[in-house]
């Protein structure tokens, strides 16, 4: 009985001083809880400098933004491949996820060797290597046949701009392939894939590991939102707010963080509890340097951190009696699963006498002692550093939600985790010991990453899908080169029609004359009023025309138009035009003047001469009544007698077309076309306006106008369902008739069609330019929409700023069609083989859309090559044109009078 207690005694006493011992030499490896506290907020800040745009460059934790938005709602369904790439094993699996009432996935897989000479050779063979791989698995599950998606679950730092791509920033680990640094690692597999004719698959998804785990973990417990990984290498990744990631655009939801926290203290931070058996661990490794926290933790090397611990205790004399084997002196030697084997509860002892045995060494009961306890610092080191990080993105995820206590899961993979036989229990309890307020589970992902790499793949699916939807409804708002010729060609047609006496009544293109008869010569002089109706602003003018030195002075004011003037009756309208003319006056001081007055009267007219036009139908959201039929000028007339305060000799009236024409004309003699592209009020408008010559009158011009419903009834006769959608509306209200076809889809908002949506009228021209330009950022585009009443997330405003974009572009290449119409009309009228002229132009559309005027441009040259058309933009409006028009018209009077 004695002997038994002195055994007893004898061994506690043993332990006692080996533990002793081994705690006084590896001192600086136990980590007391300030010091992890500590440690805890160096990486809350490391965080913080990663997600920042201007700090990422030079953080060492990089916070990869990962393109994964939400965890998986049950309603993923399909059949996928995966592969998985980067912890100990490598994996071919195909994942079948169904739905069916319940939460279903079926898993095949099948490992495959990743030899160093791979890993570590050259990339292109790793890639056609991996891709052997899965076109092996392939057909021997007989699956060659079918297209199938494929989540890459990809186990190192990648920098992603998108779900499908991801460029690798670095090797970690034990790969080191050359040529694959910096390059995108979807596209070299795709391309390795490529080679195999008979394989039909599309990367979808390019996923961490540790991202994987989440996703998997999410599937079962929806409380998921972090993932962490103790294997090989080790990392985390969390679901971080969109409004903290600097490097993505958006600020809605949130999105999934790959921390890569592996090269947390890369930059120095960790050097204070660096040991130098780090050190040296660090320069016998692939990657000196790099991934430092990694390496006082995973798998890869904790092992190898025992060894050299053990090797410089032996040389110290206080292992092994001084004696070192090679075995010892050989890297590698003891793995991570040696140390899981010494310190299991029951069999550790013996474990480590022989593993230690094995490595050609003669331990004594003190030294096995000793040696357990070496693995019990290092691997518990390691579950500490863990621990603090992991507390640090628990305390980010409680602040972020301004939660007082957190209640999260969080997903646990890799094999120092899962066997290891002490390492989760003491993870949990610092854990829990550093963030007392959040209430955390962990969940050990049975099946590895692919079941979330299947379900981030299955979104992507979707997402595909619904992508092709639109690239559908879009693709018939693109125009080939040869349909462009098909308007122009019809336009052509069209322009002979509505001159032609017979065939006039019937053309869609009215091509009505305007009366204008002469240039201004330079001889003009006086003081002029014009009137400027019909586009986004009405304004009243004076002109000076001073003779000779083609020179004109211009003042003017702006009026508005109430709604329900434009809307009103037309005495009301014209009493209003009149009551701004009176303002006027006043204003310039010239009450009670008699001046002869330029009309620009911005709608289709047919007039009989230059002072009489009769309105044929009100466009641009003018609806007064009494007017259509009617003559404008003499309406106006009546409102002058009617207010009975001065007199005006309206001499012209003109439309803007003409007037942009003549402002242009007068500096620039070849200007023989007049083109508007404008908003109107609240639409859009493209009108045209040319010099069209007529033998018997000298030249005498003439206006077509060709306004853009008519264009697009030109185009669309095969698809119906859109040509009832685009005839006779303005840009804006197609923009919304699509939005609306795209929601009803469920292919937007959230498939919820909102009463705003609803409303006529509510996308005016302007909001198309702002929206389209390329200086604004998508959250600016999302305020737009928000003005506008639509709750849009940032995927919405993607595709509504491509909506509008394929509706202007196609605007501009139908105007664009239609102008080389006529230019090349006035070539061959005059018989020309080169014709050089220049268009005038005028319009918000043309001069603040950021794309219109180019993609006007460029049609113009492909489809009239014969022509050189240059583009003026007049700077005045064409209330000058409109002014010159009534001197021309003027001097012409005069000289009948005198004739
Ligand atoms: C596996 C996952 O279960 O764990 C892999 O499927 C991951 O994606 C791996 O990389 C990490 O652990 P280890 O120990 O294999 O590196
Ligand atoms: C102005 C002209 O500059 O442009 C108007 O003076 C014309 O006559 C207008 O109607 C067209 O553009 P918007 O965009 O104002 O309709
Ligand atoms: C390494 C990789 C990282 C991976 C981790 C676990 O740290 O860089 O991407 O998640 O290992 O496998």
């Known amino acids: 009985m004695f002997a038994v207690h002195l055994l007893a005694f004898y061994f506690t006493k043993l332990k006692e001083d080996q533990i002793k011992k081994v705690d006084r030499f590896l001192y600086h490896m136990r980590l007391s809880d300030e010091i992890l506290l500590d440690i805890m907020a160096r990486f809350q800040a490391e965080m913080e400098k990663g997600l920042g745009k201007d700090t990422n460059p030079t953080a060492s934790v990089k916070m990869l933004p990962t393109f994964v938005r939400a965890i998986p709602d049950g309603s993923e369904n399909g059949e996928f491949l995966s592969l998985d790439l980067g912890g100990s094993k490598f994996r071919v699996l195909k994942v079948q996820v169904s739905q069916e009432g319940k939460r279903n996935v079926q898993m095949e897989s099948q490992f495959y060797p990743m030899p160093n000479e791979i890993s570590r050779g050259n990339g292109v063979e790793l890639f056609d290597y991996v891709a052997d791989c899965l076109s092996d698995f392939m057909k021997h599950k007989e699956l060659k046949h079918k297209k199938l998606p494929l989540g890459f679950t990809f186990s190192f730092p990648c920098r992603q701009t998108k779900l499908e791509e991801g460029v690798l920033l670095s090797w970690t680990k034990k790969f080191k392939a050359r040529g694959v640094q910096d390059t995108d690692v979807v596209s070299r597999l795709t391309n390795a894939i490529k080679k195999h004719k008979d394989l039909d698959v599309d990367i979808l998804a390019l996923v961490n590991d540790t991202v994987g785990t989440m996703m998997t973990c999410a599937y079962d417990d929806p409380y998921c939102e972090v993932g962490v990984i103790i294997g090989t290498g080790t990392n985390a990744c969390y679901m971080e707010d969109m409004s903290h990631i600097d490097l993505v655009e958006g600020d809605e939801g949130r999105m999934c963080i790959n921390t890569e926290w592996g090269a947390f203290g890369d930059d120095g931070s960790l050097e204070d509890i660096r040991t130098e058996f780090d050190r040296e661990l660090d320069l016998g490794s692939l990657n000196p340097g790099k991934q430092l926290f990694e390496k006082m933790i995973s798998g890869l090397y904790l092992g190898e951190l025992v060894r050299l611990i053990l090797l410089k205790m032996a040389k110290a004399g206080l292992l092994f009696g001084g004696e070192k084997s090679s075995a010892l002196h050989t890297k590698g030697k003891i793995e991570t699963q040696h140390v899981a084997a010494m310190e299991k509860y029951k069999e550790g002892l013996a474990n480590t006498r022989e593993i230690l045995t094995d490595l050609g060494l003669e331990p004594s009961e003190a030294d096995c002692i000793a040696v357990q306890h070496v693995c019990t610092i290092v691997s518990f080191r390691s579950a500490n550093l863990c621990a603090a990080a992991l507390a640090a993105i628990l305390t980010r995820l409680r602040e972020n939600k301004k939660l007082a206590r957190l209640r999260t899961t969080v997903g646990m993979d890799g094999t120092v985790y899962k066997i290891h036989p002490q390492y989760p229990k003491r993870l949990h309890k610092v854990v829990r010991r550093l963030v007392p307020n959040c209430d955390v589970r962990f969940l050990l992902s049975e099946s590895g990453s692919t079941k979330g790499a299947a379900m981030v793949t299955a979104v992507a699916s979707r997402v595909q899908a619904q992508r092709k939807q639109i690239d559908k409804v879009l693709a018939l708002f693109q125009l080939t080169r040869e349909q462009l010729a098909g308007v122009q060609d019809r336009m052509r047609a069209e322009l002979e029609y509505g001159l032609k006496k017979k065939t006039h009544a019937l053309a869609t293109v009215k091509m009505l004359p305007t009366y204008v008869c002469g240039m201004p010569d330079g001889t003009e002089k006086g003081k002029f009023l014009a009137l400027d109706l019909g586009g986004t602003n009405f304004r009243v003018l004076l002109v000076k025309i001073r003779s000779g030195r083609r020179s004109v002075?211009?003042?003017?004011?702006?009026?508005?138009?109430?709604?329900?003037?434009?809307?009103?009756?037309?005495?009301?309208?014209?009493?209003?035009?009149?009551?701004?003319?009176?303002?006027?006056?006043?204003?310039?001081?010239?009450?009670?003047?008699?001046?002869?007055?330029?009309?620009?009267?911005?709608?289709?007219?047919?007039?009989?001469?230059?002072?009489?036009?009769?309105?044929?139908?009100?466009?641009?959201?003018?609806?007064?009544?009494?007017?259509?039929?009617?003559?404008?000028?003499?309406?106006?007339?009546?409102?002058?007698?009617?207010?009975?305060?001065?007199?005006?000799?309206?001499?012209?009236?003109?439309?803007?077309?003409?007037?942009?024409?003549?402002?242009?004309?007068?500096?620039?003699?070849?200007?023989?076309?007049?083109?508007?592209?404008?908003?109107?009020?609240?639409?859009?408008?493209?009108?045209?306006?040319?010099?069209?010559?007529?033998?018997?009158?000298?030249?005498?011009?003439?206006?077509?106008?060709?306004?853009?419903?008519?264009?697009?009834?030109?185009?669309?006769?095969?698809?119906?369902?859109?040509?009832?959608?685009?005839?006779?509306?303005?840009?804006?209200?197609?923009?919304?008739?699509?939005?609306?076809?795209?929601?009803?889809?469920?292919?937007?908002?959230?498939?919820?069609?909102?009463?705003?949506?609803?409303?006529?009228?509510?996308?005016?021209?302007?909001?198309?330019?702002?929206?389209?330009?390329?200086?604004?950022?998508?959250?600016?585009?999302?305020?737009?929409?928000?003005?506008?009443?639509?709750?849009?997330?940032?995927?919405?405003?993607?595709?509504?700023?491509?909506?509008?974009?394929?509706?202007?572009?196609?605007?501009?290449?139908?105007?664009?069609?239609?102008?080389?119409?006529?230019?090349?009309?006035?070539?061959?009228?005059?018989?020309?083989?080169?014709?050089?002229?220049?268009?005038?132009?005028?319009?918000?559309?043309?001069?603040?859309?950021?794309?219109?005027?180019?993609?006007?441009?460029?049609?113009?040259?492909?489809?009239?090559?014969?022509?050189?058309?240059?583009?003026?933009?007049?700077?005045?409006?064409?209330?000058?044109?409109?002014?010159?028009?009534?001197?021309?018209?003027?001097?012409?009077?005069?000289?009948?009078?005198?004739?």
């Not at 076309?673 to 010099?691: F, P």
């Not at 220049?838 to 022509?867: I, M, N, W």
């Open 553 to 899: 002075r211009m003042y003017n004011k702006i009026f508005a138009i109430p709604l329900e003037i434009m809307q009103g009756t037309g005495e009301e309208l014209f009493d209003h035009i009149v009551q701004c003319i009176a303002d006027f006056l006043d204003y310039m001081g010239l009450k009670g003047a008699q001046l002869p007055l330029g009309f620009t009267f911005s709608f289709p007219c047919r007039q009989m001469s230059i002072d009489k036009g009769t309105l044929i139908g009100w466009t641009k959201g003018f609806k007064a009544t009494d007017c259509e039929g009617e003559d404008v000028v003499d309406m106006l007339r009546e409102a002058i007698k009617r207010r009975n305060e001065f007199d005006l000799d309206i001499v012209a009236v003109v439309n803007d077309t003409v007037g942009t024409m003549m402002t242009c004309g007068y500096e620039d003699p070849n200007c023989e076309i007049g083109l508007i592209a404008g908003s109107g009020i609240q639409q859009c408008v493209i009108a045209c306006g040319y010099i069209n010559d007529m033998p018997s009158y000298g030249r005498l011009q003439k206006q077509a106008r060709a306004d853009f419903p008519a264009l697009t009834s030109l185009v669309y006769p095969s698809s119906p369902r859109y040509e009832k959608m685009t005839s006779g509306m303005y840009l804006g209200e197609i923009v919304r008739q699509i939005l609306i076809d795209l929601t009803k889809r469920g292919l937007l908002f959230r498939g919820q069609i909102s009463e705003r949506l609803r409303t006529r009228g509510i996308f005016e021209t302007k909001f198309l330019s702002q929206i389209e330009s390329d200086r604004l950022a998508l959250l600016q585009v999302r305020r737009i929409l928000q003005q506008l009443g639509l709750d849009s997330t940032c995927e919405d405003s993607i595709i509504v700023k491509e909506v509008c974009g394929a509706v202007s572009r196609r605007a501009a290449q139908l105007c664009g069609a239609g102008l080389a119409a006529i230019v090349e009309k006035r070539r061959e009228d005059q018989g020309l083989e080169h014709l050089k002229l220049t268009v005038g132009v005028d319009g918000t559309l043309y001069k603040l859309h950021p794309h219109f005027s180019r993609v006007l441009q460029e049609t113009v040259k492909e489809l009239a090559p014969k022509c050189d058309v240059a583009f003026m933009l007049s700077e005045d409006g064409s209330g000058k044109g409109a002014a010159l028009i009534t001197a021309v018209a003027k001097r012409l009077q005069q000289a009948h009078k005198e004739f």
